[in-house]
């Protein structure tokens, strides 16, 4: 067992950045894909969300097997280990999206509210809705030139894409799914808890004191669920707020670390460019040119 161990390599993590400046990638599934040598297990920095009108996929996602066959919608999480081993016959989409564009309500019911993270198939409406969503998205993605007002269009048709595909798992969310592990539940509650108040507890032990739990605990709960630390997380949630202010805001990086909870706005530099590979000035100008 000792040896496996020191054999096996670190899983990788796709960044969404290293591909993209626009905040998310759309590709078409087609049947040119199908004869493609499935990606490696890895795990990426941005949600997925898969919309497949006919064929069948499959994939594992956190160690266990997820098929779907005809069509319907999925969705992974950041950080979940996964691996995309096929696609048959299938037509549909792929969106790779920034966490930061992804309004707070829909990441609480991918995140908190849905219990089985798992394939599902929208009533005729929905459905409807959805296809209309994606295709008008992936038309607008793939020209060229873009106008001043495209980006934006852009942006709010993919938040309304979200918003249906949400909408679908919260109505299906209602009694079902069966009890929870406890470090999922755990982690579950450390979620919340750090979306609540990640402006004001910055170190482990402070979720660990709030939850009532033992540090070392905690921590083996939501590694064991994530593959992370308490702490990645909590420095994830932080730079996820400064990126949205830096982008949304025309406040100063000093008043962005103030508003986060840095008194120190130097310390709160340092600490989104180890974070990010890039000072809060440089990040806000990337995204503006």
């Not at 040598?37 to 949600?47: I, K, N, S």
């Not at 929905?126 to 007002?149: K, N, T, V």
């Not at 990645?232 to 830096?246: D, F, G, M, P, T």
Request: charged share 25%.
């Amino acid at each position: 067992m000792e040896g496996n161990r020191k054999g096996k390599k670190n899983i990788r993590i796709h960044k969404l950045q290293e591909r993209t400046g626009r905040g998310m990638v759309i590709k078409k599934i087609s049947e040119t894909q199908i004869q493609q040598a499935p990606l490696d297990v890895h795990r990426d920095d941005h949600y997925i969300f898969i919309l497949q009108k006919s064929g069948s996929s499959k994939m594992s996602l956190e160690f266990r097997e997820v098929e779907l066959n005809g069509y319907g919608v999925f969705y992974m999480l950041p950080a979940q280990v996964h691996q995309i081993h096929r696609f048959q016959e299938t037509d549909g989409w792929v969106l790779a999206i920034d966490t930061l564009i992804i309004e707070e309500k829909y990441r609480i019911i991918f995140e908190e509210v849905v219990l089985q993270q798992r394939p599902l198939l929208p009533d005729e409406g929905r459905w409807g809705r959805m296809l209309q969503c994606i295709e008008a998205l992936y038309s607008l993605f793939e020209q060229p030139e873009q106008s001043y007002i495209g980006p934006t269009v852009i942006h709010n048709l993919a938040s309304a894409y979200i918003g249906l595909i949400a909408e679908a798992y919260l109505c299906n969310e209602h009694g079902s799914g069966p009890v929870e592990t406890r470090p999922k539940i755990i982690t579950r509650q450390f979620k919340k808890c750090l979306r609540l108040r990640f402006k004001e507890l910055k170190s482990p032990g402070a979720y660990a004191s709030e939850l009532c739990l033992s540090l070392s605990y905690l921590n083996e709960a939501v590694k064991s669920v994530t593959g992370f630390t308490v702490g990645y997380w909590i420095q994830q949630e932080v730079i996820l707020e400064a990126k949205r202010l830096l982008l949304y805001t025309n406040l100063t990086v000093k008043q962005i670390a103030f508003s986060i909870g840095y008194e120190d706005h130097a310390y709160f530099s340092r600490l989104f460019s180890k974070a990010t590979g890039s000072s809060p000035l440089k990040f806000r100008l990337s995204y503006h040119v």
